[in-house]
């Protein structure tokens, strides 16, 4: 069955989303700040509000993806009482700090408020491998699962709004560690005019691998306990840094990215975590004091 639903922010991503949701059926009516925006949907069959509160009062789901949660606010504290008695599903990148307070004041004016944190790029959106996590209100959650799920396949995280956000954060954090390892080690090969091309099947193959085994791994040791390890110890791995420093300074490359690595390292080994896996800097980021 088809839903009418507003879509409030049409930049490269809240374009994907309200053209997913025209493209599955739903009735699907569209507002952005700019209002040029707006054409290209309208042409698959969108019909534009000349005022977000008019946006606001076409649909029971209200789906808001803005730059940032401070536009959000901005956006629809003075549309409480447009928005009262809907439900508005924030699609915005935010802190779960923000997700929480937005959720407080939604709350107090009978607005039924989900997170939302989108995992793909927008020319992934209802296609394979995308996901969207929600949290928040699960009552209207569940009201609105199945429209939601013409964007991406849904994750429920959990009652406290701030999860989608915690969630999304922690996973674009293994995203940026890896992408930054990428970038350094294609900067060491590059500086001896290695082609990019010619290293990247063996990074991709590289990365993959050593992914495969440290994701399960690091949670395996994690919900043991049990962090010592029989593959790479941390004091070898600080024994072997300056291997990497000298020949990223002989090379003229930045050693930036060693620099916290080799603090964790030192501190793990004085800390008496020398035998452990690289697993152990879980608990090392946890807690900022020295652990013993
Ligand atoms: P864009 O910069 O393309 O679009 C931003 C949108 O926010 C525009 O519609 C803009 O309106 C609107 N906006 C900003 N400030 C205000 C305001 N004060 N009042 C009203 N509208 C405002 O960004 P994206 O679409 O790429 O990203 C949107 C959100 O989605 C971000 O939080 C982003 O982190 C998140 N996201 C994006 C992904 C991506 O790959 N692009 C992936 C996952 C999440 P106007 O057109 O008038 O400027």
Sequence with gaps: TQHP?????????????ASALLKAGHPTTVWNRTAAKT?????????????PAAGVTASPLVIACLT???????????????????????????T???????????REHGIAYVDGGIMAVPQMIAGPGAYILYSGDEEAYARHRDTLAALADTK??????????????????GMYGMGLGVAQAYALV?????????????LLDWVVAMTQGIVPGT???????????DVSNLEM?????????????????SDQLFTPLRALLERAVAEGYGADGLSRMVDLLKAPEPLR
């Design 237 to 253: 791995n600080l024994a072997v840094l300056p291997n990497f420093t000298e020949t990223l300074a002989e090379h003229g490359v």
């Design 219 to 229: 949670a395996e040791a994690i919900d043991s306990g049990q962090h010592l390890t």
């Design 96 to 106: 779960p700090s923000q997700a929480r307070e937005l959720a407080a004041w939604a």
């Design 156 to 173: 429920w995280v959990g009652a406290d709004a701030g999860l989608a956000a915690l969630w999304d954060l922690s996973l674009l954090t």
């Design 39 to 51: 054409g290209p949907l309208v042409a698959q069959g969108a019909t534009p509000a000349d005022t």
């Design 68 to 94: 940032t949660n401070d536009s959000v606010r901005e956006l629809f504290e003075p549309l409480a009482a447009e928005l009262s008695g809907r439900t508005l599903v924030n699609l915005t990148n935010g």
């Design 190 to 202: 590059g500086s001896a005019g290695v082609p990019a091309k010619d290293f990247a099947p063996l």
């Design 5 to 17: 639903v507003s879509v409030l922010g049409l930049g490269l991503m809240g374009s994907a989303l």
